[in-house]
């Protein structure tokens, strides 16, 4: 019997076009896919298309006795330009086989060798472009890589060359514009009623026009090879007056122009999303980018990439497979069974079914690509390993007789171009914290993706570009530009470089830089992934940076991993540097892992050590008093020194600092719904709704990082103690990096140095002293701030200015996201802990946090900077839904928890099996309901209440307690296969980690350290935690 292939709830006589989104339709099939697995159905106005999604399937659909290629809706309506053109021909059109076998030749490996020269000389174009450029210039390789590859198609297979040679022009070619647009409005129009279409008259007209420009271009092109026929014989030349034995005719005129226009659209916008995505990816991926630029140093070095080169670059091969496989250009081909059949032995299709594969998840299967599928490993496609997939796992061509036939072209294009670029260029990305944003036309590539081009083996070169989300949040460069302009050009150089994720090294960093005229010094600050293999020698060079799970901060992954990979032992002769290492006691085992690394891999290299490695920790009372010791040791001055100067001015009210907001790179979210989820006088739980910004996606792990506001109560504090009118802006004009600070951080000793220092009366000073002389009971501990101190001690005189210039920059927070993007992809929620209790200095003032109280206050409709941050490999659910979840987790820990069971929910509910997960959650009292998860079957609810004791707890007061007692239940989910997820504070983590391990010592017969190891080793891809603070 036929098994009904699922499909989500359609609307009467539409279907599903409300289902697909319009922008970005890939996107709406893959969480379809991932809802309802390896096959479904829509319906769009009466048309029935079915979409396969597995390995299985598609090996099944590429048996072309069975199967061929079909003409879908959308390119039914592109034939409206390319008609029967290669790629949207009928199968059986006459003109389709007359242009295959006239073409086959030009697309040999030899006839591609023969092409050498003029891919040679576009390329050069874009290198010469990139160099004169400079590497200030963001570069949009999307676009960069769109007009070298249609330069490239147009030179080598059309001797078509002046009209082009746009590389340097701001504007893409109208070509490309035209040609995209109407690839769009013709995908659009195949989801659109006749009637409506009739009705949008000026869409209609731009329609005509693009395809106008497109065709205009094929006749000229035509027209001047005709009036101009090249010396040596192109594809043109081919068509114009091949004859094709077996027709024994030529193709006409209409048919030539067809062809023209695919091979202008086919040849060129595949490719350039070929070499975007595989950009996208090395810069992801440091390891493989510094193994591929090994290869081409050792390999082709600095004379030009000749003919002989193609194809002998194995790594290069290895990352443009792998980038083809995570990253395929054409996503979905699509294919018809000849007569009724039976596909995977148990769904049956009509003759004539439209059959979408769904080659990006099919790419991503973890039948054939294992559970790492979606992690970027050029090595899997190394030594034999391509040559022994299965057959038809890796489809970016597409299959048989209709595969694509400009495959050895973009090859040996792309090789060229990679080889080219990475002998010339160290390439960054404009913001390290990119995640993948695709676009769509007929093809799809990274979006809003954007890079700088460094040329290698030169000076250093640093710059002001805004990398780490701060500064990417907070605009600084303007500010620091001021900065440099203040110093004297007669001041020595000094290079201050960091590699952080949430702005508290990066503050540091502004810190040094800050005060570096001051001691002489013309400071220059980057990011450390800015400077890969140019350590400065003419100046001192000051690192600070952090740890994340012992690896470097997002912007520092490029610099860490060149480092790890030095050889020589005097590679940083002539450097002089000195570390400072942002860490968190909490991470026993890696603790200051990174800037300790960083500091033996300079100093046992050549490098000479200025000071010793500062390190700080995070959760230590002297965190920013060690900084201020190390800062002094590098500058040689002592902490009694006044802060340095900032110039004020106040400035009336204006939406200045809101619209400087809002021109961020990270986007602009909305409130949907905010609800609060605890009973009225326990601490305040929240669950907010966000709409995201426009392209922006996630997965259910993943954070969200907010940009806060301080809140308006602390704000107004600090104005009355200094005086300032309610309606007044302040204008900061100085090397401060932003307007933006916190006002809430404990005062460090320096800073009670500076109060001191301030004029103060008897009893003023008296009272600062003994702050300073109690430190770490009277100010750190009861984190008593700045602000706090100036309102208990009225008689310090502090300038405003002064104040300013000791708080350090606004820091975003994260969050992990709460819910999966099957249940919304457009929308996420967040569980939120309120801060807001009485302050621990026992001052009358309650200690309100920052973010978690400036999103406590946000209604619906209210607009949020913000950005999805990705979560690590492992904190996302796994693919493979037989895989039961056991989930540990206690208050808002609870967030990613929530996402994982909305997803498996979502899942079943489209009628896939789903395995149980346990949850075992820790909190006060009873809160959010579970119950409908628990009635599904798709989870089994453990709970500890620390304040509450209801029977459901079984006594349990913290969710280790709950593990302990549920030890049974918890082995046989480790027999099931299952996987682990731990979230909330580090204690909880670390008291969750120690039952586990007792688990394991009784259940072996081991001693605890035994234990461990065997626990850290077994669980290394099946452990995953995630830890708040
Ligand atoms: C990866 C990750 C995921 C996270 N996910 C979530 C999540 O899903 N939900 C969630 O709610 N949070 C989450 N957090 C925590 C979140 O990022 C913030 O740290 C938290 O909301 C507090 O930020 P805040 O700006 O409100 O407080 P801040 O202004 O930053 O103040 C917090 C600081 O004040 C201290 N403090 C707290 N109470 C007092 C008091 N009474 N008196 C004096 N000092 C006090 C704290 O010890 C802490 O050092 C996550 C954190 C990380 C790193
Ligand atoms: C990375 C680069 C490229 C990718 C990923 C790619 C992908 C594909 C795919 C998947 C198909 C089959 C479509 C289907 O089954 O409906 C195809 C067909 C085709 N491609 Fe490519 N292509 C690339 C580069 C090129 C280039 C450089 C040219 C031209 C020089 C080209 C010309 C064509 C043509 C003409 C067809 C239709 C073949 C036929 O049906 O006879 N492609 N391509
Ligand atoms: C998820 C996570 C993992 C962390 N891992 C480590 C670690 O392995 N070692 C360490 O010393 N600190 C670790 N920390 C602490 C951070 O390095 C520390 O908070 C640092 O100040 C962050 O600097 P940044 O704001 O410049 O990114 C971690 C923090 C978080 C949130």
Same mark, same amino acid.
């Given at each position: 019997?036929?098994?009904?292939?699922?499909?989500?709830?359609?609307?009467?006589?539409?279907?599903?076009? @409300?289902?697909? $989104?319009?922008?970005?339709?890939?996107?709406?099939?893959?969480?379809?896919?991932?809802?309802?697995?390896?096959?479904?159905?829509? !319906?769009?106005?009466?048309?029935?298309?079915?979409?396969?999604?597995?390995?299985?399937?598609?090996?099944?659909?590429?048996?072309?006795?069975?199967?061929?290629?079909?003409?879908?809706?959308?390119?039914?309506?592109?034939?409206?330009?390319?008609?029967?053109?290669?790629?949207?021909?009928?199968?059986?059109?006459?003109?389709?086989?007359?242009?295959?076998?006239?073409? +086959?030749?030009?697309?040999?490996?030899? /006839?591609?060798?023969?092409?050498?020269?003029?891919?040679?000389?576009?390329?050069?174009?874009?290198?010469?472009?990139?160099?004169?450029?400079?590497?200030?210039?963001?570069?949009?390789?999307?676009?960069?890589?769109?007009?070298? =590859? &249609?330069?490239?198609?147009?030179?080598?297979?059309?001797?078509?060359?002046?009209?082009?040679?746009?590389?340097?022009?701001?504007?893409? @070619?109208?070509?490309?514009?035209?040609?995209?647009?109407?690839?769009?409005?013709?995908?659009?129009?195949?989801?659109?009623?006749?009637?409506?279409?009739?009705?949008?008259?000026?869409?209609?007209?731009?329609?005509?026009?693009?395809?106008?420009?497109?065709?205009?271009?094929?006749?000229?092109?035509?027209?001047?090879?005709?009036? %101009?026929?090249?010396?040596?014989? $192109?594809?043109?030349?081919?068509?114009?007056?091949?004859?094709?034995?077996?027709?024994?005719?030529?193709?006409?005129?209409?048919?030539?122009?067809?062809?023209?226009?695919?091979?202008?659209?086919?040849? %060129?916008?595949?490719?350039?999303?070929?070499?975007?995505?595989?950009?996208?990816?090395?810069?992801?991926?440091?390891?493989?980018?510094?193994?591929?630029?090994?290869?081409?140093?050792? +390999?082709?070095?600095?004379?030009?990439?000749?003919?002989?080169?193609?194809?002998?670059?194995?790594?290069?091969?290895?990352?443009?497979?792998?980038?083809?496989?995570?990253?395929?250009?054409?996503?979905?081909?699509?294919?018809?069974?000849?007569?009724?059949?039976?596909?995977?032995?148990?769904?049956?299709?009509?003759?004539?079914?439209?059959? !979408?594969?769904?080659? #990006?998840?099919? @790419?991503?299967?973890?039948?054939?690509?294992?559970?790492?599928?979606?992690? *970027?490993?050029?090595?899997?496609?190394?030594?034999?390993?391509?040559?022994?997939?299965?057959?038809?796992?890796?489809?970016? *061509?597409?299959?048989?007789?209709?595969?694509?036939?400009?495959?050895?072209?973009?090859?040996?294009?792309?090789?060229?171009?990679?080889?080219?670029?990475?002998?010339?260029?160290?390439?960054?990305?404009?913001?390290?914290?990119?995640?993948?944003?695709?676009?769509?036309?007929?093809?799809?590539?990274?979006? !809003?993706?954007?890079?700088?081009?460094?040329?290698?083996?030169?000076?250093?070169?640093?710059?002001?570009?805004?990398?780490?989300?701060?500064?990417?949040?907070?605009?600084?460069?303007?500010?620091?530009?001021?900065?440099?302009?203040?110093?004297?050009?007669?001041?020595?150089? &000094? #290079?201050?470089?960091?590699?952080?994720?949430?702005?508290?090294?990066?503050?540091?960093?502004?810190?040094?830089?800050?005060?570096?005229?001051?001691?002489?010094?013309?400071?220059?600050?980057?990011?450390?992934?800015?400077?890969?293999?140019?350590?400065?020698?003419?100046?001192?060079?000051?690192?600070?940076?952090?740890?994340?799970?012992?690896?470097?901060?997002?912007?520092?992954?490029?610099?860490?991993? #060149?480092?790890?990979?030095?050889?020589?032992?005097?590679?940083?002769?002539?450097?002089?540097?000195?570390?400072?290492?942002?860490?968190?006691?909490?991470?026993?085992?890696?603790?200051?892992?990174?800037?300790?690394?960083?500091?033996?891999?300079?100093?046992?290299?050549?490098?000479?050590?200025?000071?010793?490695?500062?390190? /700080?920790?995070?959760?230590?009372?002297?965190?920013?008093?060690?900084?201020?010791?190390?800062? !002094?040791?590098?500058?040689?001055?002592?902490?009694?020194?006044?802060?340095?100067?900032?110039?004020?001015?106040?400035?009336? =009210?204006?939406?200045?600092?809101?619209?400087?907001?809002?021109?961020?790179?990270?986007?602009?979210?909305?409130?949907?719904?905010?609800?609060?989820?605890?009973?009225? /006088?326990?601490?305040?739980?929240? @669950?907010?709704?966000?709409?995201?910004?426009?392209?922006?996606?996630?997965?259910?792990?993943? #954070?969200?990082?907010?940009?806060?506001?301080?809140? $308006?109560?602390?704000?107004?504090?600090?104005?009355?103690?200094?005086?300032?009118?309610?309606?007044?802006?302040?204008?900061?004009?100085?090397?401060?990096?932003?307007?933006?600070?916190?006002?809430?951080?404990?005062?460090?000793?320096?800073?009670?140095?500076?109060?001191?220092?301030?004029?103060?009366?008897?009893?003023?000073?008296?009272?600062?002293?003994?702050?300073?002389?109690?430190?770490?009971?009277?100010?750190?501990?009861?984190?008593?701030?700045?602000?706090?101190?100036?309102?208990?001690?009225?008689?310090?005189?502090?300038?405003?200015?002064?104040?300013?210039?000791?708080?350090?920059?606004?820091?975003?927070?994260?969050?992990?996201?709460?819910?999966?993007?099957?249940?919304?992809?457009? %929308?996420?929620?967040?569980?939120?802990?309120?801060?807001?209790?009485?302050?621990?200095?026992?001052?009358?003032?309650?200690?309100?946090?920052?973010?978690?109280?400036?999103?406590?206050?946000?209604?619906?409709?209210?607009?949020?900077?913000?950005?999805?941050?990705?979560?690590?490999?492992?904190?996302?659910?796994?693919?493979?839904?037989?895989?039961?979840?056991?989930?540990?987790?206690?208050?808002?820990?609870?967030?990613? +928890?929530?996402? *994982?069971?909305?997803?498996?929910?979502?899942?079943?509910?489209? /009628?896939?099996?789903?395995?149980?997960?346990? &949850?075992?959650?820790?909190?006060?009292?009873?809160?959010?309901?579970?119950?409908?998860?628990?009635?599904?079957?798709?989870?089994?609810?453990?709970?500890?209440?620390?304040?509450?004791?209801?029977?459901?707890?079984?006594?349990?007061?913290?969710?280790?307690?709950?593990?302990?007692?549920?030890?049974?239940?918890?082995?046989?989910?480790?027999?099931?296969?299952?996987?682990?997820?731990?979230?909330?504070?580090?204690?909880?983590?670390?008291?969750?980690?120690?039952?586990?391990?007792?688990?394991?010592?009784?259940?072996?017969?081991?001693?605890?350290?035994?234990?461990?190891?065997?626990?850290?080793?077994?669980?290394?891809?099946?452990?995953?935690? $995630?830890?708040?603070?």
């Amino acid at each position: 019997m036929s098994t009904p292939i699922p499909s989500p709830p359609a609307i009467p006589f539409l279907g599903h076009i @409300h289902t697909i $989104d319009k922008q970005l339709p890939i996107a709406s099939i893959r969480l379809l896919a991932q809802k309802y697995g390896e096959i479904f159905q829509l !319906n769009v106005l009466g048309d029935t298309r079915f979409y396969i999604s597995t390995y299985a399937l598609l090996n099944e659909v590429c048996d072309d006795k069975r199967f061929e290629k079909k003409i879908n809706a959308n390119l039914l309506q592109a034939r409206g330009a390319v008609s029967d053109g290669l790629f949207t021909a009928q199968p059986g059109e006459e003109n389709w086989g007359i242009a295959h076998r006239l073409l +086959m030749p030009c697309f040999s490996p030899t /006839g591609i060798l023969d092409m050498y020269d003029g891919m040679m000389d576009v390329v050069s174009q874009l290198t010469m472009k990139w160099e004169r450029f400079g590497p200030q210039d963001c570069i949009d390789p999307a676009a960069d890589f769109t007009r070298l =590859t &249609l330069d490239a198609i147009c030179l080598c297979a059309m001797s078509y060359r002046w009209a082009f040679q746009r590389m340097c022009k701001e504007e893409p @070619h109208p070509f490309a514009s035209a040609m995209s647009d109407f690839l769009v409005e013709s995908g659009l129009r195949a989801n659109r009623l006749s009637i409506v279409q009739a009705m949008m008259p000026s869409t209609n007209a731009k329609y005509e026009e693009d395809r106008n420009t497109m065709t205009k271009l094929a006749q000229d092109i035509l027209d001047d090879h005709r009036a %101009h026929p090249p010396k040596q014989p $192109d594809l043109i030349s081919r068509m114009v007056s091949g004859i094709d034995k077996e027709a024994g005719r030529g193709l006409p005129d209409s048919s030539i122009m067809a062809n023209l226009l695919t091979f202008l659209v086919a040849g %060129h916008e595949t490719t350039s999303g070929m070499l975007t995505f595989a950009t996208y990816y090395l810069l992801k991926n440091p390891e493989a980018m510094r193994k591929l630029r090994e290869e081409i140093d050792t +390999m082709v070095g600095d004379r030009p990439p000749s003919k002989k080169d193609v194809n002998k670059l194995p790594y290069l091969l290895a990352v443009m497979r792998e980038s083809l496989r995570l990253g395929p250009p054409a996503s979905l081909r699509t294919t018809s069974p000849k007569e009724e059949t039976i596909l995977g032995g148990k769904y049956t299709l009509g003759k004539g079914a439209t059959i !979408n594969c769904n080659i #990006y998840a099919i @790419h991503r299967d973890p039948a054939v690509w294992g559970d790492d599928a979606e992690l *970027f490993r050029p090595e899997r496609m190394l030594d034999g390993k391509f040559e022994a997939l299965p057959p038809n796992a890796w489809q970016p *061509f597409g299959f048989g007789m209709r595969a694509c036939i400009g495959r050895a072209f973009s090859w040996q294009e792309v090789q060229l171009t990679m080889i080219s670029i990475f002998q010339r260029f160290d390439l960054v990305m404009r913001d390290p914290t990119y995640e993948l944003e695709l676009k769509q036309t007929l093809t799809i590539k990274p979006h !809003n993706f954007f890079i700088h081009a460094i040329p290698r083996k030169d000076r250093p070169r640093l710059l002001h570009i805004p990398s780490g989300p701060t500064a990417q949040a907070t605009r600084g460069e303007e500010k620091r530009s001021a900065a440099f302009a203040t110093a004297s050009k007669d001041m020595k150089p &000094l #290079y201050v470089l960091y590699g952080s994720n949430t702005g508290t090294s990066e503050s540091f960093a502004q810190r040094l830089v800050s005060a570096a005229p001051s001691h002489g010094f013309r400071a220059t600050m980057e990011t450390l992934d800015k400077v890969t293999e140019y350590l400065p020698t003419n100046g001192p060079v000051l690192i600070v940076t952090a740890s994340y799970e012992g690896q470097p901060a997002d912007n520092a992954r490029h610099f860490v991993n #060149y480092l790890e990979n030095i050889k020589a032992s005097d590679a940083f002769k002539g450097v002089n540097y000195s570390v400072f290492g942002c860490g968190n006691r909490d991470w026993t085992t890696t603790y200051q892992r990174i800037p300790k690394l960083i500091d033996d891999i300079l100093g046992g290299h050549g490098a000479n050590r200025l000071a010793p490695r500062g390190e /700080g920790d995070v959760s230590g009372a002297e965190f920013f008093d060690t900084f201020d010791q190390w800062e !002094n040791t590098e500058y040689g001055t002592s902490t009694e020194e006044a802060a340095p100067a900032l110039n004020i001015k106040t400035v009336s =009210t204006g939406t200045a600092r809101a619209e400087r907001l809002r021109q961020r790179d990270m986007g602009l979210g909305t409130v949907v719904d905010t609800k609060v989820l605890t009973a009225s /006088g326990a601490p305040i739980k929240m @669950h907010i709704e966000f709409k995201l910004s426009e392209g922006a996606t996630y997965r259910a792990g993943d #954070y969200l990082a907010i940009l806060p506001k301080n809140p $308006d109560r602390i704000v107004h504090r600090a104005m009355a103690r200094f005086g300032l009118q309610e309606d007044m802006e302040i204008e900061l004009d100085s090397s401060s990096p932003t307007g933006y600070v916190e006002l809430q951080q404990p005062a460090r000793t320096r800073d009670l140095d500076i109060l001191l220092q301030a004029k103060n009366s008897k009893a003023s000073k008296a009272a600062l002293k003994d702050l300073k002389a109690n430190y770490t009971n009277k100010v750190f501990g009861p984190r008593l701030s700045v602000l706090d101190i100036l309102e208990d001690n009225k008689a310090i005189d502090l300038p405003l200015s002064t104040f300013l210039t000791m708080l350090p920059a606004m820091r975003i927070r994260q969050y992990s996201i709460s819910s999966s993007p099957l249940w919304d992809a457009e %929308h996420v929620t967040l569980t939120l802990s309120v801060v807001n209790a009485p302050a621990r200095s026992g001052r009358k003032e309650k200690f309100l946090g920052v973010a978690s109280t400036f999103l406590a206050g946000l209604r619906p409709g209210d607009k949020v900077q913000l950005a999805v941050r990705a979560a690590s490999a492992a904190f996302h659910p796994p693919q493979d839904l037989t895989v039961p979840l056991v989930m540990v987790c206690a208050g808002s820990g609870l967030a990613p +928890m929530r996402g *994982f069971l909305q997803e498996r929910a979502e899942q079943k509910k489209a /009628g896939r099996e789903v395995a149980t997960s346990l &949850l075992f959650y820790g909190c006060r009292a009873p809160g959010e309901d579970s119950s409908t998860w628990e009635q599904m079957g798709i989870v089994d609810v453990r709970v500890a209440f620390s304040r509450c004791d209801v029977e459901r707890a079984k006594g349990c007061k913290y969710v280790q307690d709950r593990i302990a007692l549920d030890k049974e239940d918890i082995v046989k989910s480790f027999r099931a296969g299952a996987k682990y997820y731990v979230c909330g504070s580090s204690k909880m983590a670390a008291g969750a980690k120690q039952v586990f391990i007792r688990f394991v010592q009784e259940t072996k017969n081991l001693d605890e350290a035994a234990a461990t190891e065997l626990f850290t080793k077994g669980l290394q891809d099946r452990y995953a935690t $995630d830890v708040f603070e």
